[in-house]
């Protein structure tokens, strides 16, 4: 099991940390991936993580405000967001998984924590 947590409320140019825990499994061989979904919209794609290398992947929109990292020894991926607009909130996701064809895709994740909602005043 996956368990994101982290959000509230927060002020426009303020910044919100998320963290991803994994229960029952390790993250190793997996890409741990971070979504999140606004009111009546779809879910995207907001940044993802190898593992084993600590390579990350952004969302064009997001890079240079998110950033995400790994803590080998809590078995945690963190998702750092940083000037934070109106427009970034929604319930943020993570999941993970093992041998993703596109990890922009959500289809590709096994594993999906329940979401934390991020909600920025503006």
């Known amino acids: 099991q996956l368990q994101a947590c982290g959000g509230g409320l927060v002020q426009a140019g303020g910044s919100l940390r998320l963290s991803c825990v994994a229960s029952?499994?390790?993250?190793?061989?997996?890409?741990i991936g971070w979504f999140r979904q606004a009111p009546g919209k779809e879910r995207e794609f907001v940044g993802a993580?190898?593992?084993?290398?600590?390579?990350?992947y952004y969302a064009d929109s997001l890079k240079g405000r998110f950033t995400i990292s790994r803590d080998r020894a809590k078995n945690t991926v963190y998702l750092q967001m940083n000037s934070l607009k109106a427009e970034d909130t929604a319930v943020y996701y993570c999941?993970?998984?093992?041998?993703?064809?596109?990890?922009?895709?959500?289809?590709?994740?096994?594993?999906w924590g329940q979401g934390t909602e991020v909600t920025v005043s503006s």
């Open positions: 999941a993970a998984a093992s041998s993703p064809r596109d990890l922009r895709s959500s289809v590709s994740y096994e594993y």
């Open positions: 029952g499994f390790t993250f190793d061989d997996y890409a």
């Open positions: 993580i190898w593992w084993s290398s600590g390579i990350t």
